[in-house]
């Protein structure tokens, strides 16, 4: 495993991370409820996993750099304040945990809301929305993402 010297993290005691983990510099990672990192996971710089809710990232996935993972995230309805210098009381705030198969791949800039499962081998292409469920070894592009394509599963 190796972390890089300047990675922000917050709740270490939540954090669990896998033997031949690569953490880059300039990271954010979030233990919130939970954040569990799998083996030889690659995990770019300006990374961010953050929201306060769990989160699960498989074996071999990739997050490319500036990716973010949301766990959670102010509810704008109207119903509470939306600032995190509020007291907690007063706030209304979503979470939900994000799940990332193995051997999944997060691109450049993409982000994956709150709630939200990639499968095992699913491909976000840089810069695109995950809004909903991906399914398996699926290549998906777009904001909000679809799938454009298939990629071959591994093994």
Avoid: K
Wanted: hydrophobic residues 45%; glycine residues 18%.
């Amino acid at each position: 495993m190796r972390i890089g010297e300047r990675v922000l993290i917050v709740g270490a005691a939540a954090i669990e991370i896998g033997a031949g983990t690569r953490v880059a510099d300039d990271v954010f990672l979030q233990g919130g409820a939970g954040l569990r990192i799998g083996r030889e996971v690659e995990i770019g710089p300006f990374v961010s996993v953050a929201g306060g809710g769990r989160s699960e990232i498989g074996d071999g996935a990739i997050l490319s750099p500036g990716c973010r993972v949301l766990t959670g995230t102010e509810v704008v309805d109207g119903s509470g304040l939306t600032n995190p210098t509020v007291p907690d009381d007063l706030r209304a705030v979503m979470r939900a945990g994000v799940r990332i198969g193995a051997r999944a791949r997060i691109g450049a800039n993409a982000v994956v809301l709150p709630g939200r499962s990639v499968a095992e081998g699913a491909v976000v292409a840089d810069a695109a929305l995950v809004g909903h469920d991906l399914e398996p070894w699926t290549l998906y592009a777009g904001r909000p993402c679809r799938p454009v394509g298939r990629r071959a599963a591994e093994g």
